[in-house]
Protein backbone atom coordinates (compact mmCIF):
# COMPACT_ATOMS: atom_id res chain seq x y z
CA UNK A 1 0.00 0.00 0.00
CA UNK A 2 1.42 3.87 -0.77
CA UNK A 3 2.60 6.00 1.87
CA UNK A 4 1.45 9.53 1.60
CA UNK A 5 3.20 11.28 -1.00
CA UNK A 6 4.17 14.98 -1.50
CA UNK A 7 4.82 17.07 -4.60
CA UNK A 8 7.34 18.93 -5.00
CA UNK A 9 10.01 17.94 -2.43
CA UNK A 10 11.89 21.01 -2.51
CA UNK A 11 10.95 24.20 -3.69
CA UNK A 12 12.58 27.42 -4.12
CA UNK A 13 10.95 30.68 -5.01
CA UNK A 14 11.49 34.54 -4.59
CA UNK A 15 9.23 36.32 -2.46
CA UNK A 16 6.14 37.33 -3.95
CA UNK A 17 5.08 34.85 -6.33
CA UNK A 18 3.23 31.72 -6.08
CA UNK A 19 3.54 28.24 -5.11
CA UNK A 20 1.12 24.88 -4.77
CA UNK A 21 2.06 22.07 -2.84
CA UNK A 22 0.11 18.88 -3.86
CA UNK A 23 -0.76 16.05 -0.74
CA UNK A 24 -2.34 12.53 -1.82
CA UNK A 25 -3.32 10.61 0.74
CA UNK A 26 -3.54 6.73 1.56
CA UNK A 27 -6.13 5.91 -0.35
CA UNK A 28 -9.35 5.55 1.41
CA UNK A 29 -8.14 8.10 4.60
CA UNK A 30 -10.95 10.53 4.65
CA UNK A 31 -8.73 12.70 7.37
CA UNK A 32 -6.04 15.23 6.04
CA UNK A 33 -3.69 17.36 7.84
CA UNK A 34 -1.65 19.72 7.02
CA UNK A 35 1.43 20.97 9.13
CA UNK A 36 4.46 23.04 9.26
CA UNK A 37 7.98 23.25 10.71
CA UNK A 38 9.33 26.83 10.48
CA UNK A 39 13.13 27.19 11.01
CA UNK A 40 13.83 23.78 13.38
CA UNK A 41 11.09 24.77 15.57
CA UNK A 42 7.75 22.86 16.50
CA UNK A 43 5.75 21.24 14.00
CA UNK A 44 2.47 23.26 13.73
CA UNK A 45 -1.00 22.34 12.62
CA UNK A 46 -2.89 24.30 9.85
CA UNK A 47 -5.74 22.47 8.76
CA UNK A 48 -7.43 19.34 8.75
CA UNK A 49 -10.19 18.29 6.11
CA UNK A 50 -12.73 15.36 6.28
CA UNK A 51 -13.46 14.36 2.89
CA UNK A 52 -13.86 17.56 1.20
CA UNK A 53 -14.89 20.01 4.10
CA UNK A 54 -12.37 22.10 6.46
CA UNK A 55 -12.65 20.59 9.50
CA UNK A 56 -10.37 22.82 11.59
CA UNK A 57 -8.63 25.48 9.73
CA UNK A 58 -7.71 27.49 12.83
CA UNK A 59 -3.40 26.92 12.71
CA UNK A 60 -3.70 28.43 8.97
CA UNK A 61 -1.78 32.17 9.48
CA UNK A 62 -3.30 34.46 7.21
CA UNK A 63 -5.33 34.61 3.82
CA UNK A 64 -2.39 33.82 1.98
CA UNK A 65 -2.91 30.74 2.45
CA UNK A 66 -5.28 28.75 0.53
CA UNK A 67 -5.99 24.79 1.19
CA UNK A 68 -8.51 22.75 -1.32
CA UNK A 69 -9.33 18.92 -1.60
CA UNK A 70 -11.53 18.61 -4.50
CA UNK A 71 -13.38 15.65 -4.54
CA UNK A 72 -12.02 14.38 -1.27
CA UNK A 73 -8.97 13.06 -2.11
CA UNK A 74 -5.51 14.84 -2.98
CA UNK A 75 -5.24 18.14 -1.31
CA UNK A 76 -3.53 21.29 -2.67
CA UNK A 77 -1.86 23.93 -0.38
CA UNK A 78 -1.55 27.45 -2.39
CA UNK A 79 0.71 30.35 -1.32
CA UNK A 80 0.04 33.49 -2.83
CA UNK A 81 2.36 35.72 -2.12
CA UNK A 82 4.94 34.48 -0.45
CA UNK A 83 6.77 35.77 2.02
CA UNK A 84 10.37 35.03 3.40
CA UNK A 85 8.14 33.93 6.64
CA UNK A 86 6.91 31.09 4.41
CA UNK A 87 10.23 29.31 4.23
CA UNK A 88 10.02 26.10 6.41
CA UNK A 89 8.98 21.85 5.63
CA UNK A 90 4.81 21.89 5.27
CA UNK A 91 3.76 18.14 6.11
CA UNK A 92 1.03 16.34 5.40
CA UNK A 93 -0.98 13.83 6.80
CA UNK A 94 -3.62 11.28 6.47
CA UNK A 95 -5.84 8.99 9.13
CA UNK A 96 -8.25 6.54 8.38
CA UNK A 97 -10.99 7.21 11.34
CA UNK A 98 -11.10 11.23 13.01
CA UNK A 99 -9.04 9.66 16.11
CA UNK A 100 -6.50 7.29 14.20
CA UNK A 101 -2.86 7.07 13.69
CA UNK A 102 -1.82 9.80 11.43
CA UNK A 103 0.08 9.18 8.81
CA UNK A 104 2.80 11.26 7.93
CA UNK A 105 4.56 12.40 4.08
CA UNK A 106 7.94 13.21 3.74
CA UNK A 107 7.44 16.85 3.50
CA UNK A 108 8.11 19.67 0.92
CA UNK A 109 10.60 21.96 1.57
CA UNK A 110 9.35 25.35 0.83
CA UNK A 111 12.37 28.15 0.59
CA UNK A 112 11.11 31.79 0.13
CA UNK A 113 14.13 33.62 -1.56
CA UNK B 1 -3.82 25.55 24.74
CA UNK B 2 -1.80 22.91 24.55
CA UNK B 3 1.67 22.97 24.23
CA UNK B 4 4.62 19.99 24.47
CA UNK B 5 8.17 21.03 25.60
CA UNK B 6 11.26 18.95 24.85
CA UNK B 7 15.01 18.85 25.20
CA UNK B 8 17.30 20.90 23.30
CA UNK B 9 19.60 18.80 21.06
CA UNK B 10 21.35 17.46 19.50
CA UNK B 11 21.87 14.51 21.84
CA UNK B 12 25.18 12.65 20.64
CA UNK B 13 25.63 9.19 22.28
CA UNK B 14 27.72 6.08 21.82
CA UNK B 15 26.70 3.11 20.11
CA UNK B 16 25.10 1.27 22.83
CA UNK B 17 24.72 3.98 25.34
CA UNK B 18 21.71 4.73 27.24
CA UNK B 19 19.24 7.34 26.34
CA UNK B 20 16.53 9.87 27.71
CA UNK B 21 15.45 12.79 25.54
CA UNK B 22 12.47 14.95 28.23
CA UNK B 23 9.23 15.72 27.04
CA UNK B 24 6.66 17.87 29.21
CA UNK B 25 3.13 18.60 27.99
CA UNK B 26 0.55 21.33 29.38
CA UNK B 27 -3.01 20.10 27.92
CA UNK B 28 -6.35 20.37 29.19
CA UNK B 29 -8.34 17.16 30.26
CA UNK B 30 -6.22 13.85 29.26
CA UNK B 31 -4.45 14.09 26.33
CA UNK B 32 -3.00 10.80 24.10
CA UNK B 33 0.66 11.16 24.13
CA UNK B 34 3.15 10.72 21.38
CA UNK B 35 6.56 10.00 19.97
CA UNK B 36 7.49 10.67 16.17
CA UNK B 37 10.77 9.80 14.58
CA UNK B 38 12.03 11.51 11.68
CA UNK B 39 14.60 9.34 9.73
CA UNK B 40 16.90 11.07 7.33
CA UNK B 41 14.59 11.65 4.06
CA UNK B 42 11.46 10.21 5.17
CA UNK B 43 7.93 11.37 7.22
CA UNK B 44 7.57 11.24 10.48
CA UNK B 45 6.53 7.53 11.24
CA UNK B 46 4.41 7.03 14.70
CA UNK B 47 7.02 5.09 17.54
CA UNK B 48 5.30 4.65 20.26
CA UNK B 49 1.69 6.20 22.05
CA UNK B 50 0.16 6.05 25.47
CA UNK B 51 -3.65 7.10 25.86
CA UNK B 52 -4.12 7.19 29.91
CA UNK B 53 -2.00 7.78 32.80
CA UNK B 54 0.16 5.58 34.12
CA UNK B 55 0.68 3.81 30.52
CA UNK B 56 3.50 2.55 28.70
CA UNK B 57 4.50 3.02 24.96
CA UNK B 58 6.97 0.56 23.72
CA UNK B 59 8.61 -0.07 20.15
CA UNK B 60 11.67 -1.29 18.66
CA UNK B 61 13.40 -1.30 22.32
CA UNK B 62 12.14 2.23 22.97
CA UNK B 63 9.26 3.02 26.00
CA UNK B 64 7.78 6.18 27.22
CA UNK B 65 5.22 5.86 30.69
CA UNK B 66 2.32 8.44 30.83
CA UNK B 67 3.15 10.16 33.75
CA UNK B 68 0.31 12.76 34.97
CA UNK B 69 1.26 13.40 37.90
CA UNK B 70 4.44 14.98 36.55
CA UNK B 71 2.90 15.66 33.05
CA UNK B 72 6.10 13.80 31.49
CA UNK B 73 5.88 11.61 28.65
CA UNK B 74 10.49 10.66 28.40
CA UNK B 75 11.54 8.63 25.76
CA UNK B 76 14.13 5.86 27.02
CA UNK B 77 15.99 3.40 25.15
CA UNK B 78 18.80 1.02 27.09
CA UNK B 79 20.62 0.45 24.50
CA UNK B 80 20.73 3.03 20.97
CA UNK B 81 22.22 2.14 17.50
CA UNK B 82 23.91 3.70 14.55
CA UNK B 83 20.23 3.18 13.19
CA UNK B 84 18.12 5.26 15.28
CA UNK B 85 19.59 8.33 14.68
CA UNK B 86 17.25 10.65 13.63
CA UNK B 87 15.07 13.61 14.51
CA UNK B 88 12.61 12.67 17.54
CA UNK B 89 9.06 14.44 18.30
CA UNK B 90 7.09 14.37 21.37
CA UNK B 91 3.52 15.05 20.48
CA UNK B 92 -0.04 15.12 22.11
CA UNK B 93 -3.63 15.39 20.91
CA UNK B 94 -6.85 15.64 22.60
CA UNK B 95 -8.90 12.72 23.16
CA UNK B 96 -11.85 11.62 21.52
CA UNK B 97 -13.07 12.79 18.26
CA UNK B 98 -10.84 13.91 15.31
CA UNK B 99 -7.85 15.94 16.64
CA UNK B 100 -4.79 17.77 15.63
CA UNK B 101 -1.53 17.20 17.07
CA UNK B 102 0.40 19.72 18.74
CA UNK B 103 4.08 18.73 18.57
CA UNK B 104 7.40 19.76 20.35
CA UNK B 105 10.46 21.49 18.94
CA UNK B 106 11.86 17.74 18.10
CA UNK B 107 15.59 16.70 19.77
CA UNK B 108 18.17 15.21 16.97
CA UNK B 109 20.12 11.95 18.23
CA UNK B 110 23.46 11.37 16.58
CA UNK B 111 24.58 8.00 17.61
CA UNK B 112 28.42 6.98 16.82
CA UNK B 113 30.62 3.94 16.88
Known amino acids: EAGVTQFPSHSVIEKGQTVTLRCDPISGHDNLYWYRRVMGKEIKFLLH????????ESGMPNNRFLAERTGGTYSTLKVQPAELEDSGVYFC???????????FGPGTRLTVL | GNSVTQMEGPVTLSEEAFLTINCTYTATGYPSLFWYVQYPGEGLQLLLKATKADDKGSNKGFEATYRKETTSFHLEKGSVQVSDSAVYFCALSDTGTASKLTFGTGTRLQVTL
Open chain 1, 93 to 103: ASSQSGAGEQF
Open chain 1, 49 to 56: FVKESKQD
